[in-house]
């Protein structure tokens, strides 16, 4: 296998065992990407760390020499928010709601995650049930579109337009706009509501901020709104995912866990490193020529960090495959630099209460069916299961 031919059903079926053969094979690899965009992929700790902090990498999109649409392509109406921005209109527009994901606002949500949490648990009747389809989707739903003030009777309607989004199956594109389409149209007609009868939630605020402070613009609005809805869904549910079927996997540390030995807050820092939720860092663009790792990178070429190959470097991790909640955290799945994930304090406390909450209802839960019959999202951009069956 070539490095140009690394983004296949083989690294889909087995990411880790993929990305170990291109972090042996090298530092950074030229590959061609699932549309036939080339692509340069950093694979080893160190490289994507300074990478991740490397202002000559933008993310801008104008900033590319070629225009791929797969996974990196937003239409005009949602293209406006922080991951296709640079500093200075990054710095301003994170400013805006970066006090709404503090760690100390973060925390002062718990009481309400336990009540959500309790809530969707106690919709479970029988012995067997599916954590994704019972907990670890619709919380982070929950919860994020709370923090928004986005009407309950319409989540359902934007989790399948996410699924859409990511999905990397045939006709995937022309979906993808679609579900963007669709999103676009409701988050204009949200936000329309909430001029005419504001309400005290994040989304009112950037409304305010928009329409008294002209400290964004109206595309701005419905792009951060966007994403905010977008992010705080999809890494908060696949971490709930991961570091359940983690514990499930391994009835040591689960047992721990169970004794007070471990904690699941340190679960949850090893589920990042281990199966990271976001296996790819958001499509990056070389301003300048420049050399990463030995390889020589033209100017707007495109970078993509390889978080979950980053996390499994046997050169930083002993033993990167065994999954070891007594690790020292040094994961780089939130990325770093400016560009740190800001829904990271939100979706350590989702974990942490939706897997404690797990944990007490049921004393005895495993799985329902053997890890071979386990089954993933097919997508090279997210790392999390479709389904996770248990026994309580």
Known sequence: MTMSEVFNDVLLA?????????????????????????????????????????????????????????????????DAHLLNMDAPDHTRLRRLVSKAFTPRRIEALRDRVHSLTKDLLDTVHGPQFDIMATLANPLPMNVICELLGIPSGSRGDFRDWTNLLISPTPGAVESSRSAMRSMHKFLVAVINDKRRCPTDDLLSAMIESRDEHEHLSESELVAMAFLILFAGYENSTHLIGNATVGLLLHPEHLAAVREGRTSVRAVVEETLRWNSPFPLGVRRFALEDLVIGGVEIPAGGRVWVSLISANHDERLFESPRDFDPSRTPAHLAFGRGIHYCLGAPLARLEAEVAITSLLDRWPHLQLSVSVEQLEWWQSFHKRGLLALPVTA
């Not at 694979?43 to 933008?58: G, I, P, Q």
């Open 14 to 78: 087995d990411p880790h065992s993929g990305y170990a053969k291109m972090r042996e094979a090298g530092r950074v690899h030229q590959a061609t990407t699932p549309d036939g965009e080339p692509v340069w992929v950093v694979a080893r700790y160190e490289d994507v760390r300074k990478a991740l902090a490397d202002n000559r990498l933008s993310l801008n999109k104008v900033n590319a020499r070629t225009r791929g649409n797969y996974q990196s392509s937003m239409p005009p109406e949602l």
